[in-house]
């Protein structure tokens, strides 16, 4: 994994950038045990500066995952879609092969149709296929930030509709019990609707940045329909410059953790018919948020 540093007897983590934007891998990190408070300070920080941290071969168990989250926040409950890890109720299992093809192949910031946004995920790399299965992430601050200034003011005072978005494709088919429209209808009921602002304030950084994305946002609140698909339109393909994206090609074992109030990310459906296995785990409030 690459050595730490040590300072005045304490093991310090050394923080690789891999783009400007966004990005960054850790070196240092050890789950054997538990992570130092101070350990745990300079991990959140790398968080926070570069919106997606990546740490390789961290053979990290179900336990320690859990308790390395339980560090930054309250955990989410159960998927209302994914199955979770045997045992383990907070781990969501994402499995993906010629029977459970892969869903999430589209930009994404997870769960914004809940009225708590999440804070942060952690996922963890059980089995990669050997070729493909990437994700990238994007960095909505930078998304933001090459908004023209007028853009930039027409935006402040839109807000946006989130809902099921694209698991209504899940949800748009028989199942055991009900048929596709009562399914449906049913799931938009269970997942909910919430309205977010499109330009929002990071809680702890006071950023700002551009709070959509494409499959979860189905309306800009105050535009008729056509005009809603069309501001659609253009701030998806704006947000999808490579400028503002880091792609990670995952080995087993890995660790790519986001502050998901920040970023949108696509995870790569390109290794079918080799499978593909994570676990992850949300949290849904910032400690350190809670406590300012």
């Known amino acids: 994994m690459g050595?730490?540093?040590?300072?005045?007897?304490?093991?310090?983590?050394?923080?690789?950038?891999?783009?400007?934007?966004?990005?960054?891998?850790?070196?240092?990190?050890?789950?054997?045990?538990?992570?130092?408070?101070?350990?745990?300070?300079?991990?959140?920080?790398?968080?926070?500066?570069?919106?997606?941290?990546?740490?390789?071969?961290?053979?990290?168990?179900?336990?320690?995952?859990?308790?390395?989250?339980?560090?930054?926040?309250?955990?989410d409950s159960p998927h209302p879609i994914y199955p979770h890890v045997e045992g383990h109720k907070n781990i969501v299992l994402l499995e993906n092969n010629l029977q459970t093809p892969p869903d999430t192949n589209s930009w994404h910031t997870d769960l914004t149709y809940k009225p708590a946004q999440a804070f942060a995920s952690i996922l963890v790399a059980r089995q990669v296929p050997e070729v493909g299965g990437d994700t990238l992430w994007s960095s909505n601050y930078a998304a933001y930030d090459r908004l023209s200034e007028g853009m930039q003011r027409d935006l402040e005072g839109l807000a946006?509709?989130?809902?099921?978005?694209?698991?209504?494709?899940?949800?748009?088919?028989?199942?055991?019990?009900?048929?596709?429209?009562?399914?449906l209808n049913h799931g938009v009921q269970k997942m909910g609707s919430y309205i977010r602002p499109l330009v929002a304030e990071h809680p702890i950084t006071g950023r700002k940045f551009l709070n959509f994305n494409e499959a979860f946002v189905t309306h800009i609140l105050g535009l008729s329909s056509n005009e809603s698909n069309s501001l659609k339109v253009f701030l998806a393909n704006h947000m999808n410059k490579p400028e503002d994206q880091v792609r990670w090609r995952w080995q087993k074992d890995d660790i790519a953790m986001w502050d998901n109030r920040v970023s949108m990310h696509y995870a790569v459906a390109d290794y079918l018919p080799q499978s593909r296995t994570m676990n992850r785990i949300t949290v849904l409030q910032d400690r350190k948020e809670r406590a300012n």
């Open 160 to 183: 946006a509709v989130h809902d099921l978005g694209d698991f209504r494709n899940t949800f748009g088919q028989d199942s055991e019990d009900q048929s596709a429209v009562e399914h």
């Open 3 to 75: 050595q730490a540093t040590s300072r005045g007897g304490i093991l310090v983590i050394e923080v690789q950038a891999i783009t400007p934007a966004i990005g960054a891998e850790l070196l240092g990190v050890d789950f054997s045990g538990s992570v130092s408070p101070s350990q745990y300070d300079e991990i959140y920080q790398a968080l926070i500066d570069h919106i997606v941290i990546f740490i390789r071969g961290s053979q990290i168990t179900p336990q320690n995952h859990l308790a390395f989250a339980e560090l930054f926040g309250v955990l």
